[in-house]
Protein backbone atom coordinates (compact mmCIF):
# COMPACT_ATOMS: atom_id res chain seq x y z
CA UNK A 1 0.00 0.00 0.00
CA UNK A 2 2.40 2.25 1.13
CA UNK A 3 4.44 1.84 -2.54
CA UNK A 4 1.18 2.21 -4.17
CA UNK A 5 0.65 5.23 -2.51
CA UNK A 6 4.13 6.78 -3.40
CA UNK A 7 3.43 5.81 -6.88
CA UNK A 8 0.35 7.97 -7.01
CA UNK A 9 1.78 11.02 -5.16
CA UNK A 10 4.54 10.61 -7.64
CA UNK A 11 2.41 10.38 -10.96
CA UNK A 12 -0.20 13.28 -9.31
CA UNK A 13 3.12 15.43 -8.95
CA UNK A 14 4.33 14.62 -12.55
CA UNK A 15 0.73 15.25 -13.96
CA UNK A 16 0.84 18.64 -11.73
CA UNK A 17 4.03 19.70 -13.58
CA UNK A 18 3.29 19.14 -16.92
CA UNK A 19 0.12 21.08 -16.65
CA UNK A 20 2.00 23.77 -15.07
CA UNK A 21 4.86 23.68 -17.78
CA UNK A 22 2.32 23.38 -20.66
CA UNK A 23 0.14 26.73 -19.03
CA UNK A 24 3.75 28.49 -18.77
CA UNK A 25 4.31 27.51 -22.49
CA UNK A 26 1.10 28.74 -23.42
CA UNK A 27 1.39 32.10 -22.25
CA UNK A 28 4.84 32.50 -23.12
CA UNK A 29 3.63 32.10 -27.18
CA UNK A 30 0.97 34.14 -26.33
CA UNK A 31 2.91 37.05 -25.34
CA UNK A 32 5.33 35.86 -28.73
CA UNK A 33 2.04 36.38 -30.64
CA UNK A 34 0.64 39.65 -29.49
CA UNK A 35 4.18 41.38 -30.15
CA UNK A 36 4.46 39.88 -34.02
CA UNK A 37 2.43 40.79 -36.79
CA UNK A 38 0.69 37.33 -38.30
CA UNK A 39 0.89 38.09 -41.56
CA UNK A 40 4.51 39.19 -42.35
CA UNK A 41 6.56 37.09 -39.05
CA UNK A 42 7.79 41.25 -38.26
CA UNK A 43 7.44 43.15 -34.78
CA UNK A 44 4.17 44.92 -34.54
CA UNK A 45 3.40 48.20 -32.94
CA UNK A 46 3.84 46.66 -29.21
CA UNK A 47 7.17 45.44 -29.75
CA UNK A 48 7.87 48.78 -31.27
CA UNK A 49 7.39 50.74 -28.28
CA UNK A 50 9.96 48.49 -26.36
CA UNK A 51 11.81 48.64 -28.71
CA UNK A 52 12.61 52.12 -29.09
CA UNK A 53 11.47 53.34 -25.27
CA UNK A 54 14.56 51.01 -24.87
CA UNK A 55 16.85 52.30 -27.41
CA UNK A 56 15.84 56.20 -25.99
CA UNK A 57 16.57 55.34 -22.42
CA UNK A 58 20.25 54.13 -24.15
CA UNK A 59 20.95 57.23 -25.57
CA UNK A 60 19.60 59.13 -22.48
CA UNK A 61 22.45 57.47 -20.66
CA UNK A 62 24.90 57.24 -23.21
CA UNK A 63 24.34 60.01 -25.90
CA UNK A 64 23.89 59.05 -29.18
CA UNK A 65 21.67 59.04 -32.33
CA UNK A 66 19.13 57.66 -33.66
CA UNK A 67 16.87 57.92 -36.55
CA UNK A 68 12.91 56.78 -37.43
CA UNK A 69 11.86 56.21 -40.57
CA UNK A 70 7.89 56.24 -41.58
CA UNK A 71 7.33 54.52 -44.89
CA UNK A 72 4.52 53.38 -46.76
CA UNK A 73 3.56 51.93 -49.86
CA UNK A 74 3.08 53.67 -53.10
CA UNK A 75 0.18 52.91 -55.00
CA UNK A 76 -0.66 49.83 -53.12
CA UNK A 77 -4.06 50.03 -52.66
CA UNK A 78 -4.57 49.39 -56.57
CA UNK A 79 -2.55 46.63 -55.89
CA UNK A 80 -5.43 45.49 -53.72
CA UNK A 81 -8.30 46.87 -55.78
CA UNK A 82 -7.12 45.14 -59.18
CA UNK A 83 -5.84 41.93 -58.27
CA UNK A 84 -6.97 41.27 -54.68
CA UNK A 85 -5.92 40.95 -51.30
CA UNK A 86 -4.19 37.63 -51.43
CA UNK A 87 -1.92 39.52 -53.82
CA UNK A 88 -1.63 42.28 -51.99
CA UNK A 89 -0.81 39.97 -48.77
CA UNK A 90 1.96 38.53 -50.79
CA UNK A 91 3.44 41.58 -51.59
CA UNK A 92 3.64 43.24 -48.16
CA UNK A 93 5.55 39.62 -47.63
CA UNK A 94 7.82 40.53 -50.47
CA UNK A 95 8.47 44.30 -49.24
CA UNK A 96 8.74 43.04 -45.60
CA UNK A 97 11.59 40.47 -46.71
CA UNK A 98 13.33 43.71 -48.98
CA UNK A 99 13.33 45.72 -45.72
CA UNK A 100 14.98 43.16 -43.44
CA UNK A 101 17.96 42.28 -45.97
CA UNK A 102 18.53 46.34 -45.97
CA UNK A 103 19.52 46.73 -42.54
CA UNK A 104 22.61 46.24 -40.39
CA UNK A 105 22.70 44.39 -36.86
CA UNK A 106 21.09 46.49 -34.13
CA UNK A 107 18.71 48.18 -36.72
CA UNK A 108 14.59 47.09 -36.41
CA UNK A 109 11.42 47.01 -38.83
CA UNK A 110 8.28 46.66 -37.19
CA UNK A 111 4.78 46.80 -40.05
CA UNK A 112 2.49 48.86 -38.19
CA UNK A 113 -0.40 48.19 -40.02
CA UNK A 114 -1.89 47.99 -43.61
CA UNK A 115 1.09 49.41 -45.99
CA UNK A 116 2.72 51.22 -42.98
CA UNK A 117 6.27 49.94 -41.71
CA UNK A 118 8.79 51.73 -39.48
CA UNK A 119 12.89 51.18 -39.02
CA UNK A 120 14.92 52.08 -35.98
CA UNK A 121 18.08 53.21 -37.80
CA UNK A 122 20.42 52.50 -34.50
CA UNK A 123 24.09 54.02 -33.10
CA UNK A 124 24.45 56.69 -36.25
CA UNK A 125 27.07 59.45 -36.35
CA UNK A 126 25.36 61.76 -38.29
CA UNK A 127 21.94 62.30 -40.08
CA UNK A 128 23.61 61.80 -43.17
CA UNK A 129 23.98 58.00 -42.69
CA UNK A 130 19.78 57.80 -42.04
CA UNK A 131 19.35 60.24 -45.42
CA UNK A 132 21.38 57.28 -47.07
CA UNK A 133 19.53 54.28 -45.56
CA UNK A 134 16.55 56.08 -46.83
CA UNK A 135 17.74 56.28 -50.59
CA UNK A 136 18.51 52.78 -50.36
CA UNK A 137 14.73 51.65 -49.16
CA UNK A 138 13.22 53.40 -51.79
CA UNK A 139 15.18 52.04 -54.26
CA UNK A 140 14.99 48.35 -52.96
CA UNK A 141 10.82 48.52 -52.79
CA UNK A 142 10.52 50.17 -56.16
CA UNK A 143 12.50 47.13 -58.17
CA UNK A 144 9.60 45.06 -59.85
CA UNK A 145 8.35 42.14 -57.92
CA UNK A 146 6.93 38.84 -59.38
CA UNK A 147 4.15 37.19 -57.94
CA UNK A 148 1.96 34.51 -59.57
CA UNK A 149 1.55 35.32 -63.24
CA UNK A 150 1.61 39.05 -62.13
CA UNK A 151 4.47 41.47 -62.32
CA UNK A 152 3.89 44.03 -60.03
CA UNK A 153 5.88 47.92 -59.07
CA UNK A 154 5.03 49.93 -55.82
CA UNK A 155 7.20 52.24 -54.80
CA UNK A 156 7.33 53.84 -51.27
CA UNK A 157 7.80 57.68 -49.28
CA UNK A 158 9.32 57.89 -46.32
CA UNK A 159 9.62 60.39 -43.28
CA UNK A 160 12.46 60.68 -40.80
CA UNK A 161 12.68 61.64 -37.36
CA UNK A 162 16.20 62.32 -35.51
CA UNK A 163 16.33 61.58 -32.01
CA UNK A 164 19.36 62.55 -29.59
CA UNK A 165 19.83 62.75 -25.83
CA UNK A 166 17.45 65.29 -25.59
CA UNK A 167 15.16 63.01 -27.85
CA UNK A 168 10.90 63.10 -27.38
CA UNK A 169 9.09 60.01 -26.38
CA UNK A 170 7.68 57.12 -28.62
CA UNK A 171 4.63 59.16 -29.80
CA UNK A 172 5.93 62.34 -30.18
CA UNK A 173 8.63 60.84 -32.29
CA UNK A 174 6.23 58.59 -34.34
CA UNK A 175 4.46 61.79 -35.25
CA UNK A 176 7.53 63.37 -36.10
CA UNK A 177 8.11 60.74 -38.48
CA UNK A 178 4.46 60.56 -39.74
CA UNK A 179 4.65 64.53 -40.41
CA UNK A 180 7.74 64.10 -42.57
CA UNK A 181 6.20 61.12 -44.33
CA UNK A 182 3.16 63.42 -45.18
CA UNK A 183 5.55 65.98 -46.23
CA UNK A 184 7.27 63.28 -48.66
CA UNK A 185 3.56 62.34 -50.03
CA UNK A 186 2.99 65.96 -50.69
CA UNK A 187 6.06 66.48 -52.79
CA UNK A 188 5.44 63.28 -55.00
CA UNK A 189 5.90 59.38 -54.68
CA UNK A 190 9.24 57.58 -54.02
CA UNK A 191 10.66 60.60 -51.64
CA UNK A 192 12.12 61.16 -48.20
CA UNK A 193 11.78 64.03 -45.86
CA UNK A 194 13.15 65.11 -42.62
CA UNK A 195 11.41 66.41 -39.83
CA UNK A 196 13.31 69.13 -38.96
CA UNK A 197 15.21 69.25 -35.78
CA UNK A 198 18.47 72.07 -35.94
CA UNK A 199 20.11 71.16 -33.06
CA UNK A 200 20.63 67.58 -33.79
CA UNK A 201 23.74 66.96 -35.86
CA UNK A 202 23.77 66.40 -39.94
CA UNK A 203 25.94 66.32 -42.72
CA UNK A 204 24.76 67.91 -46.54
CA UNK A 205 21.44 67.90 -47.46
CA UNK A 206 18.80 66.26 -45.39
CA UNK A 207 15.39 66.85 -47.93
CA UNK A 208 15.01 64.94 -50.89
Known sequence: MITAFALGSFESVRHMYRNAMAQLMAKRE???????????????????????????????????????????????????????????????????????????????????????FLILQTRLNYGGEAEMLAQRLIRAVRVPYRIGDHEIQVGTSVGIALASKAADGFEDLIAQADQALYDAKSRGRNRFTFHRRPELPTEGALTG
Open 30 to 116: LSSLARFDPLTGLPNRLYLRERLEGELANIRASGGLLAVHYLDLDQFKAVNDHLGHPVGDALLKEVSARLVALLRPGDFVARLGGDE
